[in-house]
């Protein structure tokens, strides 16, 4: 099984054809787009892009002769008493972009608790919502699968969240993006813990690492078991993309910076993770 590899190319540069240059230049064929600036234009989040927008990120793909793996939206990372209309507004937005940009995955999330809140007890919002961005995915973009991303302080931060999430839905539409440095930043060991419950929904893999004392790191440089976990996902033939979101430089809560060198290094390395498990 070969894996394709993709990465986030707003973790580079601003500068979408920049973006891409570099990314292709590092040997990576396929872009999660997440935020993007078009020469002349203003930087934006891909839940906020105009149909010219997406006429633009078109063509400086088809120019760099690469590819979009998933959009990057940001759609169930917000409070769940946040009004729902707005981030399915912006979500019809990132299946125009699925569909335009011919992805085959838009990344969700599952929500936060209001303030002071506890999430698990809005569980019923959470899964209203979460069938409800399915049930539009199903009807408006055939074929995009939604990848529910799990991570920390949101419904989906455990594996036990996910998998209520993903059963409850229980939709073809409805996979997840298994990132196992977001599980390490919680406690949870990703191969031991996360992987026997969720493998069997994984779409694909976001790919950072952190050490013991969760600073992020190159992948296989930390204790988030890159080796066991991709030898073990390639012997059962599962996911389809790599996606590099190495978080180098600075990590928030809604994107991080790797730099063009660092971006090399955390390539570099997940080429290492990937000769040794051949």
Same mark, same amino acid.
């Given at each position: 099984?070969?894996?394709?590899?993709?990465?986030?190319?707003?973790?580079?540069?601003?500068?979408?054809?920049?973006?891409?240059?570099?990314?292709? @230049?590092? &040997?990576?064929?396929?872009?999660?787009?997440?935020?993007?600036?078009?020469?002349?234009? =203003?930087?934006?989040?891909?839940?906020?892009?105009?149909?010219?927008?997406?006429?633009?990120?078109?063509?400086?793909?088809?120019?760099?002769?690469?590819?979009?793996?998933?959009?990057?939206?940001?759609? @169930?990372?917000?409070?769940?008493?946040?009004?729902?209309?707005? =981030?399915?507004?912006?979500?019809?937005?990132?299946?125009?972009? %699925?569909?335009?940009?011919?992805?085959? #995955?838009?990344?969700?999330?599952? #929500?936060?608790?209001?303030?002071?809140?506890?999430?698990? %007890?809005?569980?019923?919002?959470?899964?209203?919502?979460?069938?409800?961005?399915? =049930?539009?995915?199903?009807?408006?973009?055939?074929?995009?699968?939604?990848?529910?991303?799990?991570?920390?302080?949101?419904? &989906?931060?455990?594996?036990?969240?996910?998998?209520?999430?993903?059963?409850?839905?229980?939709?073809?539409?409805? &996979?997840?993006?298994?990132?196992?440095?977001?599980?390490?930043?919680?406690?949870? =060991?990703?191969?031991?813990?996360?992987?026997?419950?969720?493998?069997?929904?994984?779409? #694909?893999?976001?790919?950072?690492?952190?050490?013991?004392?969760?600073?992020?790191?190159?992948? @296989?440089?930390?204790?988030?078991?890159?080796?066991?976990?991709?030898?073990?996902?390639?012997?059962?033939?599962?996911?389809?993309?790599?996606?590099?979101?190495?978080?180098?430089?600075?990590?928030?809560?809604? #994107?991080?910076?790797?730099?063009?060198?660092?971006?090399?290094?955390?390539?570099?390395?997940?080429?290492?993770?990937?000769?040794?498990?051949?």
């Amino acid at each position: 099984m070969v894996w394709q590899i993709s990465g986030f190319g707003d973790e580079i540069t601003d500068i979408f054809p920049d973006q891409l240059r570099l990314m292709a @230049g590092l &040997g990576i064929p396929f872009i999660e787009v997440r935020q993007f600036q078009l020469p002349g234009g =203003d930087k934006k989040v891909i839940v906020d892009a105009t149909s010219q927008d997406l006429d633009g990120i078109a063509a400086a793909l088809a120019d760099a002769g690469m590819k979009c793996s998933a959009i990057g939206s940001p759609v @169930g990372k917000s409070r769940i008493d946040d009004p729902f209309e707005i =981030d399915l507004e912006r979500f019809r937005v990132a299946l125009s972009a %699925a569909r335009r940009l011919d992805a085959p #995955y838009v990344r969700i999330f599952s #929500y936060y608790p209001p303030e002071g809140g506890d999430i698990r %007890a809005h569980r019923d919002e959470v899964m209203r919502r979460l069938r409800k961005l399915s =049930d539009v995915a199903r009807d408006d973009a055939p074929g995009v699968t939604l990848a529910l991303e799990n991570e920390s302080g949101l419904y &989906g931060e455990t594996p036990e969240g996910c998998l209520d999430a993903l059963q409850t839905i229980n939709s073809p539409i409805l &996979g997840m993006a298994f990132d196992a440095c977001n599980f390490v930043v919680v406690d949870v =060991d990703p191969f031991a813990e996360a992987w026997p419950l969720l493998k069997d929904h994984v779409r #694909y893999f976001h790919v950072k690492d952190a050490n013991a004392d969760k600073e992020m790191v190159p992948a @296989g440089r930390g204790v988030a078991n890159w080796e066991a976990l991709l030898k073990a996902a390639r012997a059962e033939e599962i996911g389809d993309y790599l996606s590099l979101e190495p978080h180098l430089k600075i990590r928030t809560s809604s #994107y991080g910076v790797t730099g063009p060198e660092l971006f090399r290094v955390a390539k570099e390395c997940l080429d290492e993770v990937l000769r040794n498990i051949a």
